[in-house]
């Protein structure tokens, strides 16, 4: 069984920095799309960032590129999300998702939630003005 758990969110200024943490317990291999989501109060979920942990080019959504980066460390077996410049607009529980194996982050798809099936219990980012 898959289980992401998320860690490294806080409360911040605006145009600080954050770097959150997701680690996989049991289980972590080059074959799947994991990535970062964000839900806001009264909002919908947001896909942020998405990776294929066997290489490829990430995705990103609009409102963070140039300021968001995700990455993966295979030996620790653990994806990051690095922000920078953060916002109130960033302001949200942030998850991380992995899809099963053998499925590649695609274009079309990677924001949707129908394509992961591990989410961790989210951490919290909170940016004040």
């Known amino acids: 069984q898959v289980q992401p758990v998320e860690s490294g969110g806080g409360s911040v200024q605006a145009g600080d920095s954050l770097r959150l943490s997701c680690t996989f317990s049991?289980?972590?291999?080059?074959?799947?799309?994991m990535g970062w989501f964000r839900q806001a109060p009264g909002k919908e979920r947001e896909g942020v960032a998405t990776?294929?942990?066997?290489?490829?080019?990430?995705y990103y959504g609009d409102s963070v590129k140039g300021r968001f980066t995700i990455s993966q460390d295979n030996k620790k077996g653990t994806l990051y999300l690095q922000m920078n410049s953060l916002n109130p607009e960033d302001t949200a529980m942030y998850f991380c998702?992995?899809?099963?194996?053998?499925?590649?982050?695609?274009?079309?798809?990677?924001?949707?939630?129908?394509?992961?099936?591990?989410w961790g219990q989210g951490t919290q980012v909170t940016v004040s003005s």
């Open positions: 049991g289980y972590w291999d080059s074959s799947r799309c």
């Open positions: 990776m294929y942990t066997g290489g490829g080019n990430p």
């Open positions: 998702a992995a899809s099963g194996p053998w499925r590649d982050c695609k274009s079309g798809s990677w924001s949707l939630g129908a394509t992961y099936d591990y």
